[in-house]
């Protein structure tokens, strides 16, 4: 491990031949544009897929150097394919991982195994997309497929995604649609793919549809979301399992329930890193990742015995407290490993509720009832449900946050306190409205006061049963409901407080109830549950190291305009508005290579008129723009989505440009029921 700079390798036990564009033809005649890199000096070898639709051409052209050329110099042939109707790829692209997708990744697995340069075994990895795309390919079993390494993915889709969390609608999903808006309506490159690049795009102009309007439409847990769940059974996955997250990222939970539930042999890492891979991993320390990845396709793909398999099955960074800042270069810790998970070294400890303040577990503490009902204003230091890191999107200071939830304290801590796995919070409340949220954060209080969030939780009140089946609150009836926070590792310092804050609204990162609602809490038979790891001089279970982040020589770009970013919280004291802008523009780059400028710019605005549930408002604009000679092509996307207690309203615009003159222009309207979101 090291918190050095990634190195450069150039030096590989294999040379390395390139193909920069090769055809797939898949079974219904489609065909997917391919880049191929494998040793030049070796004979039949295992091949590796990655399939996404982020543009191997331009998009991820630099970040697939890095480390599609550094595993094939170790002695595989790594594949990175489009998408069907991406990037250079025919077809259109309509949804994320439809069943033709699945039969797709097939059809290439299949086709891979059977070139002369594979010797039959296959493997998949990804980050994001390609990971959850690698995990409901091996569900399927198709042949060859000998192991996956997923990054960033999930195992529930309506569970641990961008689009809800604990029954509540994430402002991720907004966000998220919007960048799929903007992907999906962007051409292929006509040096690849000929004249019919603009038939091909036109298809995807009229053709791609606005998913978003799809998503609103299953608000609850069903057979849309468990499409591509491999939770409806873990069964279906019998190959060897890689996955991997970090505590900044959205898909953190997923590891520890894969771990848990795999039958197939399976290893879980999960480090301080945002959405990103760990040898580009941010807030740092990024490891040696692709040595491990090495690692793992040698002991599964080619049945080298190393001592892969001997790592601990659970390997997570234990985080020291930081004040609360919203990027992080490093977060302090260290490494420690579980021999299994659930964990023989964790246990759960029981905090009661008392009034304003956490219980010792072995307090009892008379019932009392406490109210609370949140303004809007909740929820604008909440940083992002998924981070990028960057713009600075981790929370911030939760005092303020705190000024509108009802808080409970525990002692000063006597000495470090440790905590890994999924704290939850027991609550017996009633409600005033049939619908209504809650929220839970736990938090690390330094003795200056400043509060650095831990981890969080949402639970819809009327998915308080069943995110298959919601039922509305009666108003004035008690209920016991239990609200699972994200997975974590975290120390808490001696000297310091642990805080739980309990809130109604958490906007913008959760879309708020239909209308603001009051929630009694009460204390006494109300408690946190806490996961606590207890402090050893040295793990029982022995560490991998790790060596330093390492991949190949990026190809070269260069920037051509600067891009800025911005994440700006706003309050109005005349009109009362608050909102929260977010600006993520990388500027123009040029990829020299192929002498390509491309332009990516997404705005994003989240607002809210005091307590008014019903001017909830996100707006998002993309602009995404080509430009090589005199081919020049532009698509500018615009999503706002708004509410009343009844419905949600969707308007869409896409404008597609070719130079100066506009060639398509369209526009959406729907209006989506609530169901009880």
């Not at 270069?329 to 260290?334: F, V």
């Not at 204003?377 to 000024?403: H, I, T």
Request: include cysteine.
């Amino acid at each position: 491990m090291s918190d050095s700079a990634m190195h450069t390798v150039t030096d590989f036990p294999h040379q390395i031949t390139e193909d920069e564009h090769v055809w797939i033809e898949v079974s219904d005649g489609t065909r997917l544009a391919a880049r191929i890199w494998r040793p030049a000096d070796a004979a039949a070898v295992p091949a590796i897929l990655e399939l996404i639709p982020y543009r191997k051409r331009d998009l991820t052209a630099q970040r697939d150097s890095i480390h599609h050329p550094y595993i094939a110099g170790h002695g595989y042939a790594c594949v990175r394919v489009d998408l069907r109707g991406s990037g250079d790829s025919e077809g259109v692209l309509t949804d994320e991982y439809l069943e033709q997708e699945l039969r797709d990744a097939e059809d290439v697995l299949a086709w891979l195994a059977a070139q002369p340069w594979c010797d039959g075994n296959t493997g998949m990895m990804g980050i994001s997309w390609g990971g959850f795309n690698a995990l409901q390919v091996a569900a399927r079993r198709p042949k060859g497929l000998g192991a996956i390494v997923t990054v960033c993915s999930t195992d529930d889709r309506y569970a641990d995604d961008v689009h809800y969390m604990g029954g509540c609608l994430l402002s991720d999903n907004l966000s998220w649609a919007s960048t799929m808006f903007a992907y999906t309506s962007s051409p292929p490159d006509p040096e690849l793919v000929g004249d019919t690049w603009r038939e091909m795009w036109m298809e995807r102009l009229h053709g791609s549809g606005l998913w978003l309007d799809e998503w609103l439409r299953h608000q609850r847990r069903d057979a849309y979301w468990e499409h591509g769940s491999i939770c409806e059974d873990y069964a279906d996955v019998n190959i060897p399992v890689l996955a991997v997250s970090g505590w900044a990222d959205g898909y953190s939970n997923a590891v520890f329930r894969m771990i848990e539930n795999l039958e197939s042999p399976s290893q879980g890492l999960i480090g301080p890193w945002s959405h990103k891979y760990p040898h580009l991993g941010q807030p740092g320390p990024a490891i040696g990742f692709l040595q491990e990845a090495v690692r793992w396709w040698d002991r599964w793909l080619k049945g080298i015995d190393n001592d892969i398999d001997q790592a601990p099955k659970l390997r997570v960074w234990m985080q020291d407290s930081v004040p609360p800042l919203t990027a992080y270069e490093e977060r302090p810790g260290r490494w420690v490993g579980e021999p299994n998970w659930p964990s023989p070294h964790v246990e759960k400890v029981t905090h009661p509720l008392a009034r304003h303040r956490l219980a010792a577990p072995d307090e009892t503490v008379a019932e009392q009832t406490m109210s609370v009902e949140s303004p809007l204003s909740v929820g604008q230091f909440a940083g992002k449900w998924c981070s990028y890191n960057a713009p600075p999107d981790l929370p911030y200071d939760q005092r303020e946050e705190d000024g509108g939830s009802l808080v409970f304290d525990s002692d000063v801590l006597e000495q470090q306190h440790e905590i890994l796995g999924s704290p939850a919070v027991e609550l017996d409340v009633t409600a005033d409205r049939p619908d209504a949220m809650v929220a839970v954060r736990l938090s690390d209080i330094a003795p200056d006061g400043r509060s650095t969030r831990v981890t969080y939780g949402l639970l819809n009140l009327t998915h308080r049963d069943s995110h298959a089946d919601p039922q509305p609150l009666v108003p004035g009836q008690r209920y016991r409901v239990r609200v699972v926070m994200n997975g974590v590792a975290h120390a808490f310092a001696a000297g310091h407080r642990m805080r739980l804050s309990i809130s109604t609204s958490y906007w913008p990162l959760a879309w708020a109830s239909p209308e603001s609602a009051r929630l009694d809490v009460t204390a006494g038979s109300s408690r946190l549950v806490l996961p606590v790891r207890p402090v050893r001089e040295s793990d029982e279970v022995s560490m991998h190291p790790f060596g330093d982040p390492e991949g190949a020589e990026p190809i070269s770009v260069t920037q051509i305009r600067n891009g800025e970013h911005q994440w700006r919280v706003t309050r109005d004291l005349v009109d009362y508005e608050s909102a929260l802008e977010v600006v993520n523009d990388l500027g123009v780059v040029r990829i020299d290579d192929i002498g390509l400028e491309v332009t990516r710019r997404a705005d994003e605005r989240y607002s809210s008129i005091a307590d008014d549930y019903g001017s909830l408002r996100g707006e998002t604009t993309w602009t995404m723009g080509f430009r090589r000679g005199d081919w020049d092509v532009q698509t500018v996307t615009r999503t706002v989505l708004t509410s009343t207690p009844t419905d949600f309203h969707l308007h869409a615009q896409l404008d597609a440009y070719e130079g100066q003159e506009r060639v398509v222009s369209l526009n959406w309207d729907r209006t989506i029921p609530r169901d009880h979101v």
